[in-house]
């Protein structure tokens, strides 16, 4: 009988035990799951959203009227080619800090790096403030960034806006910014050209952008200079 009194308290511990470890493993996996889906979306050099990121932002924006800024750096790669990746890299992380400050106050804003140089600015509001967005953008850029001991260079960014009103289609909204970035970077870079709503919104084809990337690459293969 003293044996089997003995027992039970032994039992119980062991189930606690086993209540508390099942906690343990169902917590961590709960954890995993978090950090697998944040990975997912977040692009792991700069902390900012990625693609995929960036389409979940967008759809809990779904049905606000949103500003949308597309930057896309101008001769980026120099930088690469000069000092290396990992000022290449510097470069990028601290760009996304600043673009990331533009919209710090604004509520389910988000900020993506959706290509090597490329960064998408997206914002919820109901009067069309795009245009200010992409002052901002290019002003912020302006500043001197140090990407290797003693080394600092400064960055433009050729810069599209647009200003979408609830339901219009969101790839073809992309598709105006980017139009809008490419007539920047043909004009030079260094600036902001904003989607002319009177225009309507353009078709989706391949992005003017790429094609002027692919051109430029198909250009420096040929050893052909401008």
């Not at 508390?20 to 917590?27: P, T």
């Not at 597309?70 to 760009?95: Q, S, Y």
């Amino acid at each position: 009988m003293k044996a089997r009194t003995m027992l039970l308290p032994a039992a119980a511990v062991l189930s606690l035990a086993g209540h508390v470890w099942a906690a343990q493993v169902a917590r961590s996996q709960r954890c995993r799951l978090v950090a697998a889906r944040r990975d997912a979306t977040t692009d792991p050099l700069t902390g900012c959203a990625n693609r995929a990121g960036l389409d979940r932002a967008l759809d809990e924006l779904d049905g606000e009227p949103i500003d949308l800024v597309l930057v896309d750096l101008d001769r980026f790669k120099p930088v690469n080619d000069t000092w290396g990746h990992a000022a290449g890299d510097r470069l990028l992380v601290e760009i996304a800090r600043r673009l990331r400050e533009c919209l710090d106050d604004v509520e389910d804003a988000v900020v993506a790096r959706i290509g090597g140089d490329e960064f998408v600015l997206a914002a919820p509001s109901s009067v069309p403030l795009a245009h200010y967005l992409g002052a901002e953008v290019i002003s912020v850029l302006a500043a001197p960034i140090e990407v290797a001991h003693g080394v600092t260079v400064t960055v433009t960014a050729s810069v599209g806006a647009i200003h979408a009103t609830a339901g219009e289609d969101r790839a073809r909204v992309m598709a105006a910014a980017d139009a809008a970035a490419y007539e920047a970077k043909l004009r030079g870079g260094d600036g902001l050209v904003e989607h002319n709503p009177l225009s309507g919104l353009p078709e989706v084809e391949q992005r003017p952008l790429l094609r002027l990337r692919e051109l430029a690459a198909l250009t420096n293969a040929l050893g052909v200079t401008a």
